[in-house]
C-alpha cells in the first residue's frame, strides 16, 4: 500500500496560480511513475497530467498543456503540480496517483493507476 497526501488547493482567482503537491512518505518514491487527475462536481474523474518514474517523460491533458506543469523531486519525494492562468473550469477535486514502473522513463496511462490520494479542492472564481 502507498500512502499518498495531496496538499496546496485553495481558492484563487481566475488567472492565478497554485502549486499542488503530493508526498509519499516512507516509500520508495522513484519506484512510482505519477499522475494528477481531477474531479469538478457531477463529473468524472479526468487525466490531469503524468510523469515518468525519472521525471524524464511528462504527458498532459490538452486542458493542461501550456498552463500546467508537472514535476517531481525523488530526493524528497515528491510530486508537484504548477497551474498557471487558471480557469473557473479548473475547479475541481485534484487527486495524485501512482503506479510502479519497471521501466524508468515510462508513462502511463489514465486507466494505469493503482495508488490514489484523498485529494485536494482547487476552486477558481471568476
Known amino acids: 500500500q502507498v500512502h499518498l497526501v495531496e496538499s496546496g488547493g485553495g481558492l484563487v482567482q481566475a488567472g492565478g496560480s497554485l502549486r499542488l503537491s503530493c508526498a509519499a512518505p516512507g516509500r520508495t518514491f522513484s519506484s512510482f511513475a505519477m499522475g494528477w487527475f481531477r474531479q469538478a462536481p457531477g463529473k468524472g474523474r479526468e487525466f490531469v497530467a503524468a510523469?515518468?518514474?525519472?521525471?524524464?517523460?511528462?504527458d498532459y491533458a490538452d486542458s493542461a498543456k501550456g498552463r500546467f506543469t508537472i514535476s517531481r523531486d525523488n530526493a524528497k519525494n515528491t510530486m508537484t503540480l504548477q497551474m498557471n492562468s487558471l480557469k473557473p473550469e479548473d475547479t475541481a477535486v485534484y487527486y495524485c496517483?501512482?503506479?510502479?514502473?519497471?521501466?524508468?522513463?515510462?508513462?502511463?496511462?489514465?486507466?494505469?493507476?493503482?495508488?490514489w490520494g484523498q485529494g485536494t479542492q482547487v476552486t477558481v472564481s471568476s
Open positions: 496517483a501512482a503506479v510502479p514502473s519497471y521501466y524508468s522513463i515510462y508513462v502511463p496511462g489514465p486507466m494505469e493507476y493503482d495508488y
Open positions: 510523469i515518468s518514474r525519472s521525471g524524464a517523460n511528462t
